[in-house]
């Protein structure tokens, strides 16, 4: 649990700031950052907040969203948007399950401004969405509830309540050490594969760019280690000298 940040983009309503906050703290959450917020009442925020005025104290602020993953291994948005051309998207519990098997990556869950959600490029930035299934007649929800679904999620499957822990939530332990390589590490690499790719001719039409952001998001889903993505790297390297000699093996 120490290892997942909430991050709020663009939170504009200090009543919901607050209520998120004692929220994540009633469920072992305390990593709290926000993104261009804009201007807060302390007094309101603190109200609500009841007795997790920790949590606010402690919270990183960042300019950019960029900013705040730098040091994640995988970044999740929690959307609505969904579709064939839209990222992955697991429910909440679904997405406790997964983080789950995944006991040593460095987390993020991004939440969007309570009025417009997140942004196209704020997804962008992602590698994994996920969703709140709710009435189509009234389909929006209110930043905090949002922020204490997802917490009550992750508690059941992550964290103290052992003895409470549905059956559904059950996973055998990893064997071995496991450190999903972060965000910076996951953007080179696919930089670089993309760069190999683009090397041997296969960008002369456009679409480079969403290709490096699928390769990213596709690494960081799967956990990759940083010795996991080198031997990766190598793949493409060594299928590129290849292609260069015009064919060959071993």
Same mark, same amino acid.
């Given at each position: 649990?120490?290892?997942?940040? /909430?991050?709020?983009?663009?939170?504009?309503?200090?009543?919901?700031?607050?209520?998120?906050?004692?929220?994540?703290?009633?469920?072992?959450?305390?990593?709290?950052?926000?993104?261009?917020?804009g201007p807060l009442d302390e007094a309101v925020l603190l109200a609500r907040a009841v007795h997790a005025h920790d949590v606010w104290k402690n919270a990183r602020t960042f300019a950019t969203l960029a900013d705040s993953v730098i040091d994640r291994s995988l970044v999740i948005a929690t959307t609505c948007r969904r579709g064939e051309k839209r990222k992955v998207s697991l429910r909440p519990r679904e997405l406790a399950r997964r983080l789950a098997e995944m006991p040593d990556a460095r987390v993020a869950l991004v939440f969007g401004n309570e009025r417009?959600?997140?942004?196209?490029?704020?997804?962008?930035?992602?590698?994994?969405?996920?969703?709140?299934?709710?009435?189509?007649? /009234?389909p929006s929800l209110n930043l905090s509830h949002a922020v204490q679904i997802y917490a009550y999620e992750l508690f059941l499957a992550l964290g103290e309540a052992d003895a409470e822990r549905p059956k559904e939530y059950e996973i055998a332990n990893v064997k071995g050490e496991w450190i999903p390589m972060?965000? %910076? %590490? %996951?953007?080179?690499? %696919?930089?670089?594969?993309?760069?190999?790719?683009?090397?041997?001719? /296969?960008y002369r039409l456009p679409g480079r760019e969403g290709q490096t952001r699928f390769l990213r998001d596709l690494v960081c889903r799967a956990g990759l280690t940083e010795r996991e993505g080198r031997y990766l790297k190598g793949i493409f390297e060594k299928a590129a000298r290849l292609g260069s000699m015009g064919g060959g093996g071993g």
């Open positions: 649990m120490s290892d997942i940040t /909430f991050i709020l983009c663009r939170p504009c309503e200090s009543g919901n700031v607050g209520a998120a906050c004692r929220a994540m703290k009633n469920m072992g959450l305390s990593a709290l950052s926000l993104v261009a917020p417009t959600g997140l942004e196209s490029g704020e997804i962008d930035l992602c590698n994994l969405a996920s969703h709140i299934p709710v009435c189509d007649r /009234f972060e965000r %910076a %590490a %996951a953007d080179g690499l %696919a930089s670089e594969i993309a760069a190999i790719l683009g090397e041997l001719g /296969f």
